[in-house]
């Protein structure tokens, strides 16, 4: 009877400790108030816009406090940065009047992006040798401006950023494991815009405290598999394994997408989704523990229809909507005779014939004989016959003179000469009988490129003999004269590199001009400077002059 009593009391003593490890500080945000209607118990809430004052509340249970730090942390953007009635209205993760309200950080701003410097909200009055949980979460129903939100906390260390898509967000939050406080008993909270969003918000927020046993649930989906193709009008069978170190879990929810499909209480954590329609689903399966922690785990699968057939004996009133020769999952279509396989179309559509893994529209690993469409010379020769997406033909001629001819005139020769506009390419590897136009052309010169202009030793020609040469021949020396260009057009490789032959020839002609100018100017100023001086001089002397004048004839 004692050692049954000793157990007991054993017993009680660690549900004790689990319990206490469950003890709970729950904050919800909100602009004004919460109505009467919407008061949820345990719930302490602060109320205000964190951008106008700053804003705290205090648990009188645990005297754990929470404030908005500064209301420079909070950044409006234009827009107040605390709202009601903007959540989800079925959210579930918090309870639904939490988080139907919010405190925004708006966006487009450095600060309102993570800074380590500027937390949202400090929370206080914890104890600085214990460990916590820090629950967070939010809901918004007008747009995806917050995906995703982020949020981070900071104790005794700094803990890794987590992220939250907030919109239409109904059963999703995010938790902190073993938060350390730092030595005053605070943690800071972070709640963060990233490159893509324009507001971040917080609607409620759990610290959970307990000792440093307690993990976070792990839930695992071990069927179906990531990526199975399961056959519509049929049941699926969802199994979940869920555990926790020091824990109990409660339930075990299964969702496709945002909707819940079921639940299971107790393991075996089993349920059947019953005849879901096609698509493509990403079905997640979230763990509770007692403590109301949850944790996720995700997979896609594609229902589709898996049922064949075909009449073998011919079909008639066809409607190639729904009536067809194919496949709809997504695995390869393969045509076989002698039960080898000969041809497969792969799920995007590409068609192999010899192999099953065909590269292009049309990919075969033997020959190709064409035959019907003949040369219009010979009459004899067959010809590749091809489609733009326009619906624009061109050939090839499998004859000794092979080439490429467009319908509107672009031919290409046996040596992939192309010619645009003429049906003579005259050996260049592109002729265009007519204009073109480019967004940009590389042209590589063969020749030299005449920087050697500016070596030390280049004789630069004179200007007279230069004046000679254009009244003679009336073009530049080392450019084309008009009648050559007329005659034989341009390489403009060369033509280029002879340009700026003369450009850089006519640099060193105006720094010439600019020594002689600038010599020609010091020689000027030096000549107005002595005349200066000689004026001064002349002016001195008169000055005495007319001083000696003065004086003889005050003697007289």
Same mark, same amino acid.
């Given at each position: 009877?004692?050692?049954?009593?000793?157990?007991?009391?054993?017993?009680?003593?660690?549900?004790?400790?689990?319990?206490?490890?469950?003890?709970?500080?729950?904050?919800?945000?909100?602009?004004?108030?919460?109505?009467?209607?919407?008061?949820?118990?345990?719930?302490?809430?602060?109320?205000?816009?964190?951008?106008?004052?700053?804003?705290?509340?205090?648990?009188?249970?645990?005297?754990?406090?929470?404030?908005?730090?500064?209301?420079?942390?909070?950044?409006?953007?234009?827009?107040?940065?605390?709202?009601?009635?903007?959540?989800?209205?079925?959210?579930?993760?918090?309870?639904?009047?939490?988080?139907?309200?919010?405190?925004?950080?708006?966006?487009?701003?450095?600060?309102?992006?993570?800074?380590?410097?500027?937390?949202?909200?400090?929370?206080?009055?914890?104890?600085?040798?214990?460990?916590?949980?820090?629950?967070?979460?939010?809901?918004? =129903?007008?747009? @995806?401006? $917050?995906?995703? *939100?982020?949020? #981070?906390?900071?104790?005794?260390?700094?803990?890794? &950023?987590?992220?939250?898509?907030?919109?239409?967000?109904?059963?999703?939050?995010?938790?902190?494991?073993?938060?350390?406080?730092?030595?005053?008993?605070?943690?800071?909270?972070?709640?963060?815009?990233?490159?893509?969003?324009?507001?971040?918000?917080?609607?409620?927020?759990?610290?959970?405290?307990?000792?440093?046993?307690?993990?976070?649930?792990?839930?695992?989906?071990?069927?179906?598999?990531?990526?199975?193709?399961?056959?519509?009008?049929?049941?699926?069978?969802?199994?979940?394994?869920?555990?926790?170190?020091?824990?109990?879990?409660?339930?075990?929810?299964?969702?496709?997408?945002?909707?819940?499909?079921?639940?299971?209480?107790?393991?075996?954590?089993?349920?059947?989704?019953?005849?879901?329609?096609?698509?493509?689903?990403?079905?997640? =399966?979230?763990? @509770?523990? $007692?403590?109301? *922690?949850?944790? #996720?785990?995700?997979?896609?699968?594609?229902?589709? &229809?898996?049922?064949?057939?075909?009449?073998?004996?011919?079909?008639?009133?066809?409607?190639?909507?729904?009536?067809?020769?194919?496949?709809?999952?997504?695995?390869?279509?393969?045509?076989?005779?002698?039960?080898?396989?000969?041809?497969?179309?792969?799920?995007?559509?590409?068609?192999?014939?010899?192999?099953?893994?065909?590269?292009?529209?049309?990919?075969?690993?033997?020959?190709?004989?064409?035959?019907?469409?003949?040369?219009?010379?010979?009459?004899?020769?067959?010809?590749?016959?091809?489609?733009?997406?326009?619906?624009?033909?061109?050939?090839?001629?499998?004859?000794?003179?092979?080439?490429?001819?467009?319908?509107?005139?672009?031919?290409?020769?046996?040596?992939?000469?192309?010619?645009?506009?003429?049906?003579?390419?005259?050996?260049?590897?592109?002729?265009?009988? $007519?204009?073109?136009?480019?967004?940009?052309?590389?042209?590589?010169?063969?020749?030299?490129?005449?920087?050697?202009?500016?070596?030390?030793?280049?004789?630069?020609?004179?200007?007279?003999?230069?004046?000679?040469?254009?009244?003679?021949?009336?073009?530049?020396?080392?450019?084309?004269?008009?009648?050559?260009?007329?005659?034989?057009?341009?390489?403009?490789?060369?033509?280029?590199?002879?340009?700026?032959?003369?450009?850089?020839?006519?640099?060193?002609?105006?720094?010439?001009?600019?020594?002689?100018?600038?010599?020609?100017?010091?020689?000027?100023?030096?000549?107005?400077?002595?005349?200066?001086?000689?004026?001064?001089?002349?002016?001195?002397?008169?000055?005495?002059?007319?001083?000696?004048?003065?004086?003889?004839?005050?003697?007289?």
């Amino acid at each position: 009877m004692k050692k049954g009593f000793w157990i007991l009391l054993l017993l009680l003593l660690a549900g004790a400790g689990r319990l206490s490890a469950q003890t709970v500080v729950s904050f919800r945000f909100s602009l004004n108030p919460p109505s009467s209607s919407a008061l949820v118990a345990g719930w302490i809430s602060a109320n205000g816009d964190p951008s106008d004052s700053i804003i705290s509340a205090t648990d009188p249970v645990t005297g754990v406090s929470i404030s908005s730090v500064s209301t420079a942390n909070w950044i409006q953007n234009g827009h107040a940065c605390a709202a009601d009635g903007i959540g989800y209205g079925g959210a579930s993760y918090f309870p639904s009047p939490v988080m139907s309200n919010a405190w925004i950080n708006n966006g487009n701003m450095p600060q309102s992006e993570f800074n380590a410097a500027v937390p949202q909200l400090v929370i206080s009055g914890l104890k600085p040798d214990s460990v916590y949980y820090v629950k967070m979460s939010s809901s918004f =129903a007008y747009g @995806t401006t $917050g995906n995703p *939100t982020q949020y #981070t906390v900071a104790g005794l260390n700094m803990q890794n &950023s987590q992220f939250l898509n907030i919109y239409d967000n109904q059963t999703m939050g995010i938790t902190f494991q073993k938060v350390a406080p730092d030595a005053s008993g605070k943690i800071r909270v972070y709640v963060n815009t990233t490159a893509t969003t324009d507001i971040a918000m917080i609607s409620g927020l759990q610290i959970i405290s307990g000792s440093a046993q307690i993990t976070m649930p792990n839930v695992q989906i071990t069927s179906p598999s990531n990526g199975d193709i399961l056959a519509e009008e049929s049941n699926i069978v969802f199994n979940a394994t869920a555990t926790e170190t020091g824990g109990t879990i409660t339930k075990v929810e299964f969702y496709a997408g945002t909707a819940k499909i079921g639940e299971a209480d107790a393991a075996p954590y089993t349920m059947t989704w019953t005849n879901p329609n096609e698509g493509h689903y990403m079905i997640t =399966a979230k763990a @509770t523990d $007692g403590a109301g *922690t949850t944790n #996720t785990s995700t997979i896609n699968i594609s229902v589709e &229809s898996l049922t064949s057939f075909w009449s073998m004996t011919g079909n008639i009133g066809m409607n190639a909507d729904s009536n067809f020769v194919g496949n709809v999952d997504s695995v390869r279509l393969a045509f076989r005779t002698r039960n080898i396989e000969r041809m497969s179309i792969a799920p995007l559509g590409n068609v192999g014939i010899g192999t099953i893994n065909p590269t292009a529209q049309l990919h075969t690993t033997g020959s190709v004989r064409l035959a019907g469409l003949k040369n219009d010379s010979t009459n004899s020769q067959p010809r590749v016959l091809v489609s733009d997406t326009s619906g624009n033909l061109f050939y090839r001629s499998a004859s000794g003179l092979s080439r490429w001819i467009y319908s509107g005139g672009t031919l290409y020769d046996s040596v992939d000469n192309i010619a645009i506009g003429t049906s003579n390419p005259d050996n260049y590897k592109l002729a265009v009988n $007519g204009t073109a136009i480019f967004t940009k052309v590389k042209v590589k010169t063969a020749g030299t490129w005449p920087d050697y202009v500016f070596e030390k030793g280049y004789a630069l020609p004179g200007l007279p003999e230069l004046e000679k040469y254009l009244a003679e021949h009336k073009h530049l020396p080392g450019i084309a004269s008009q009648q050559e260009v007329q005659a034989n057009g341009i390489d403009v490789g060369d033509h280029a590199a002879a340009l700026l032959k003369k450009v850089e020839e006519l640099t060193l002609y105006l720094i010439e001009q600019n020594k002689t100018l600038t010599e020609q100017n010091r020689q000027l100023a030096e000549q107005a400077k002595q005349a200066a001086e000689q004026k001064a001089r002349l002016d001195a002397q008169q000055k005495e002059i007319d001083e000696l004048k003065a004086l003889i004839k005050a003697k007289h």
